[in-house]
């Protein structure tokens, strides 16, 4: 349709997902540094944020941003992965200010910390909980190739390597 | 009271007893209290609704005498928990109950503020299972989200216990 | 001891002291909540005054969090669907739909056509019920006592109704992978057609009373204007963008169900709409939705109302799912992750709440205080949608 901008990002991996299966039309895999500049331009096409979330699989957190249009709606799915052991990625709530809200609850809930946050403190939970509760026991975890129904991708061997390569460094 | 739960201090429960302390005017005073209960506006989730509801037309609760809900606890002399405590209101919960003046009554409506209701899952972390944790609570009124009429039900009960004895007839089964 | 010190001294919690001084020395930081008679929930705003006029409003979340979405790894996909009715209780047939819609998608599940009319039109009268409770509400911050209680009387008799089919007043349960539990009885059928009809001679009632009201006037115009710019920064959506002026609605950006086939309107606001602008849209949101309900109604069709190949256990495949729909507040999404297991591996709850709420601290800069609870109340907050 009218995705060109998402096929001009810079990014790792771009691909065509089935709208109505998945309920998004480009899904893109970015790495930390790549974010800022995809978020930004996304507010250039026009696209709102509609959510922040994150899935915690086994090679680290997914950190999943949603995008949508009000001019040309058709759902764009940014995903960001992030070790366990060091998950930071930058914010963009300086471009997209709802931003704010949504990664502080993504902090909440997993421990993510979003670099260059005005105000990273607890959203929803109460502030002496201690831990996150959304974190899974390292057993429960499942691994990320399939998790993304991504379609035309059918080796699942494929999408191991990829999942290695859009690791952050 | 249920045994206290370990995350929060719960709430100082003793009432003392009145300065004049005469049978008879206790008596005739408690039915004036029953009569004319002030409910706090603690409406926390969807039982809040409910709750709104039976200050409504058609389910009236003023016909009973309790349509002055004020929203300061200074004012009020019953407290309807309407709604999920979550541990971090629960100090403010705490707090609203100590203020009341005595005598003070509190109506758990709905399961969240029995026991917790449909939010209890093993390995909960958010909510209090019942609010008698932290106050004492005086009448139960089971349902998620219970009727208007239970709440009204929950009502004359309460009444019951303040003066003795059920005041309104029992409506007919059909 | 300097005003400075006084501060620091000062008792508060966490969210108050972490409020650094503000430019002036003569402003007071006043809580508002979480416990207040505003009945939007519970809410907590730490105001910084400055006199009358916020200087600062930072809203403290979290009061009623109730673990929806870790409930959502907990339990299997069918336990969950009580959940969904107690996110927002006001819209629950929404949030039904949202995350029935996101596992049917997920699965690959279709629905039944006359569950597919069933849905738009008990959930449009959801809605409708749910602008009352916000209209009344709404009214009686700003200090009106009468409009609530027609709002609830004429809302009575649409719980009335929704309980014939649903079983429930308030927290709604009724659809299922497939389709909906329970058809609706000719009773059901009659009785809405004749509450659609009284609806439309008490609509020019409230206008005459309320809408055309000086004093409501006074206090919603010109309160609380949000700019397109504001609005798509905060993820706006639902009658606070509408009242902005752009025509996005979830039933006609991305269609699902059968709302393609009925003809209905989508009310919008002028450009920097403020809080009279969301109103009005809300007002011409419940006659759109009798609109759609009376349309339904004529052409519901006969059949099932689950799917014949709905299956009777759910088997979720691998994959990720997102599904939106139109809620009373806005654009409800339920972004549904599944690792192949009995329970769903992540469910994200996509509030319209948060996002609205979200841009309150910069709306309200320079208000004043009572303008401030005019704003909260056009934004058609519910705060257990907002914590989940």
Request: hydrophobic share 40%; proline share 7%.
């Amino acid at each position: 349709m009218h995705f060109d901008w998402v096929d001009r990002l810079d990014a790792e991996r771009k691909t065509d997902t089935d709208y109505g299966k998945t309920g998004s039309y480009r899904e893109v895999f970015l790495r930390t540094d790549q974010l800022e500049a995809a978020a930004q331009s996304a507010w250039d096409e026009g696209y709102f944020l509609e959510d922040v979330s994150v899935v915690d699989v086994q090679e680290g957190f997914l950190v999943v941003y949603h995008f949508d249009s009000w001019e040309r709606p058709g759902r764009v799915t940014f995903k960001v992965l992030v070790p366990h052991d060091n998950p930071r990625v930058p914010t963009i709530s300086g471009i997209h200010s709802g931003a704010a809200w949504h990664e502080r609850e993504s902090f909440d809930f997993f421990g993510v910390i979003f670099e260059g946050h005005p105000d990273l403190k607890p959203l929803l939970l109460p502030e002496d909980l201690g831990f996150h509760p959304l974190v899974k026991k390292p057993e429960d975890r499942a691994p990320l190739q399939g998790l993304a129904a991504v379609a035309g991708d059918s080796k699942e061997a494929k999408e191991a390597k990829e999942a290695e390569a859009v690791k952050a460094p | 009271m249920a045994p206290a739960d370990p995350g929060v201090v719960p709430a100082v429960a003793e009432q003392t007893p009145p300065f004049v302390n005469i049978r008879l005017a206790n008596q005739f005073l408690d039915v004036c209290r029953a009569m004319s209960l002030w409910p706090l506006t603690f409406g926390l989730a969807c039982c809040a609704i409910e709750m709104m509801a039976v200050g409504m037309a058609r389910f009236d609760i003023s016909r009973f005498g309790a349509e002055v809900f004020r929203p300061s606890p200074r004012q009020s002399d019953l407290m309807i928990v309407a709604g999920t405590v979550s541990r971090k209101l629960a100090p403010a919960v705490v707090r609203l109950y100590e203020q009341m003046p005595a005598p003070k009554w509190v109506i758990a409506l709905g399961n969240c503020a029995i026991s917790g209701g449909p939010f209890y899952f093993e390995g909960q972390y958010g909510i209090i299972e019942g609010v008698d944790k932290i106050i004492p609570v005086d009448v139960y009124v089971p349902g998620c989200p219970p009727r208007p009429e239970g709440l009204l039900e929950g009502l004359f009960k309460l009444q019951e216990k303040i003066t003795g004895r059920r005041w309104w007839p029992r409506p007919a089964a059909k | 001891m300097r005003p400075e010190e006084a501060f620091r001294t000062l008792s508060g919690d966490f969210y108050t002291r972490s409020l650094q001084p503000g430019p002036t020395e003569d402003t007071l930081i006043l809580n508002m909540g979480p416990q207040h008679p505003s009945t939007h929930g519970v809410l907590r705003i730490v105001l910084e005054l400055d006199g009358e006029y916020i200087v600062r409003a930072e809203p403290v979340l979290g009061y009623i969090h109730r673990m929806h979405e870790k409930m959502g790894e907990v339990k299997t996909f069918a336990q969950y669907l009580p959940n969904m009715g107690r996110v927002d209780y006001l819209h629950a047939l929404a949030w039904n739909w949202a995350y029935v819609g996101a596992v049917e998608k997920l699965c690959g599940i279709e629905v039944s056509e006359r569950a597919e009319y069933i849905r738009v039109i008990t959930a449009e009268m959801n809605r409708i019920s749910s602008h009352f409770v916000w209209w009344g509400a709404y009214l009686l911050d700003l200090g009106a006592f009468t409009p609530i209680m027609y709002a609830f009387d004429d809302r009575e008799w649409l719980l009335d109704l929704l309980q014939i089919v649903t079983g429930s007043r308030l927290t709604y349960c009724y659809f299922r992978f497939g389709g909906v539990s329970d058809d609706v009885t000719p009773e059901f059928v009659e009785g809405t057609f004749r509450w659609c009809e009284r609806m439309r001679s008490r609509l020019p009632m409230y206008k005459a009373l309320v809408t055309d009201n000086i004093i409501l006037r006074k206090r919603c115009e010109e309160i609380g204007p949000i700019d397109l710019d504001m609005a798509r920064r905060y993820g706006a959506t639902g009658p606070v963008l509408r009242g902005s002026g752009v025509a996005y609605d979830v039933r006609r950006a991305e269609p699902y169900s059968v709302y393609d086939r009925f003809h209905f309107e989508i009310p919008v606001g002028k450009a920097g709409g403020d809080a009279m602008d969301r109103y009005l849209v809300r007002m011409a949101e419940m006659e759109q939705s009798l609109n759609i309900i009376e349309q339904a109604l004529r052409r519901l069709p006969p059949g099932p109302v689950m799917h014949e190949k709905a299956p009777k256990r759910l088997k979720a495949p691998k994959g990720e799912a997102y599904f939106a729909v139109e809620g009373a507040r806005g654009k409800i999404g339920v972004h549904l992750v599944s690792d192949g297991g009995k329970n769903p591996y992540r469910v994200k709850l996509r509030a319209p709440g948060f996002s609205n709420l979200s841009l309150f601290s910069e709306l309200a800069k320079g208000v004043l205080l009572a303008d401030a609870v005019s704003i909260l109340g056009s934004l058609d907050l519910v705060i257990p949608e907002i914590d989940r």
